[in-house]
């Protein structure tokens, strides 16, 4: 069973940046496609960014490219969400996801319970 902790979440000004990380349990790290996704009051989770397991390959939604890297540290089991020039409408609870594939968030198996991120103007 794979359990997934985020943490890095916080109150940032517009324009700002934070780091979310998203540290695994439960064994075969490497091979996990992970996946950050955020849900705003109201709206639907959403995609944000994925990495995959074997290759490394990414994908972002268009509002965050060029703004928002994902990366992984196979030896730490954690994969990152470096989120740079922050707008009001990245506010969010953001969460870790494993196990799936791409921007369908029903293809993952396991979650994290979610880390808040608030942009202020």
């Known amino acids: 069973q794979v359990q997934l902790l985020e943490t890095g979440g916080g109150l940032v000004q517009a324009g700002g940046s934070l780091r979310l990380s998203c540290t695994a349990s439960?064994?075969?790290?490497?091979?996990?496609?992970m996946g950050w996704f955020r849900q705003a009051p109201g709206k639907e989770r959403e995609f944000v960014a994925y990495?995959?397991?074997?290759?490394?390959?990414?994908m972002y939604e268009d509002s965050v490219k060029g703004r928002f890297t994902i990366s992984r540290d196979n030896a730490k089991n954690t994969v990152y969400l470096q989120m740079n020039s922050l707008k009001i409408e990245d506010t969010a609870v953001y969460y870790c996801a494993a196990g799936g594939w791409g921007v369908a968030y029903t293809g993952y198996a396991h979650w994290g319970q979610g880390t808040q991120v608030t942009v202020s103007s």
């Open positions: 439960g064994g075969g790290f490497s091979n996990l496609n």
């Open positions: 990495i995959h397991g074997r290759d490394g390959y990414t």
